[in-house]
């Protein structure tokens, strides 16, 4: 079945640095990427959707300047968390849909930021 | 706005007691719904689609029912190993490939042996 893969699954950093999150789709393309962000014992909130080769749209209260989303092609986009402060504390989860499908939803298997 | 109750929040079995989670939902006009299984610290794991009001669908332990207005995923003689939290999600008509899912907060199911 269709694969999505996102790096690193586990981050802690410093208050201030920034982190950089990663969402592959192995073997399968996805015009159309999703970033969802999740507190625990929460459901998964969007933030953005990331579209290829076009800006992404955010979310209402997502800080767009704070939450960089590149999707370069077909099958990576990344979010990059920039200046990151303990609130910024989550777990993030991208997913992509299958183009040929077009059905379901694949999602990563998340990445724990926590920021000190 | 598209909007996603599941209940109860936590449920708690035995070992062969079965049980029904319910997810109610508003949309404007349903694409589909979703079901996923999440396991602690993990992303969701995707169970079911359906898409019109009678439809159902199985795996193994697992059913998943649609009504106009809500979905039921019934868990027949659950195993420890079905200990999860179970997330429903719809998807609203429109362009399918750029529509995001909404969730609802999912239903923290425990099995005891």
Redesign the interface.
């Known amino acids: 079945g269709a694969v999505v893969s996102q790096h690193p699954s586990r981050v802690i950093c410093k208050s201030g640095t920034s982190v950089k999150i990663e969402c592959r789709s192995l073997d399968f393309q996805a015009t159309t990427m999703f970033w969802y962000r999740q507190f625990p014992k929460q459901s998964l909130m969007l933030m953005a959707t990331s579209n290829e080769g076009s800006k992404a749209t955010y979310e209402q209260g997502v800080e767009k300047d704070k939450f960089l989303i590149n999707h370069a092609s077909l099958t990576l986009s990344t979010l990059t968390v920039t200046s990151a402060h303990p609130e910024d504390s989550s777990f993030y989860i991208c997913s992509a849909r299958d183009l040929v499908t077009n059905e379901k939803l694949f999602f990563g298997s998340g990445t724990q930021l926590s920021v000190l | 706005e598209d909007q996603v109750t599941q209940s109860p929040e936590a449920l708690r079995l035995q070992e062969g007691e079965s049980s029904s989670l319910n997810c109610s939902y508003t949309v404007s006009g349903l694409r589909?719904l979703?079901w996923?299984r999440q396991d602690p610290?993990?992303?969701?794991?995707?169970l079911f689609?359906l898409y019109s009001a009678g439809e159902e669908k199985e795996k193994e332990r697992l059913k998943a029912t649609l009504t106009k207005k809500e979905s039921f995923l019934h868990i027949t003689a659950p195993k420890p190993e079905d200990s999860a939290t179970y997330?429903c999600a719809v998807q609203a008509k429109g362009d399918?490939?750029?529509r995001?899912?909404?969730?609802?907060?999912?239903t923290?199911l425990q099995v005891q042996p």
Do not use: D, I, Q, V
């Open positions: 589909g979703f996923y610290g993990k992303g969701p794991e995707f689609t997330l399918t490939g750029r995001a899912l909404t969730f609802g907060s999912g923290r």
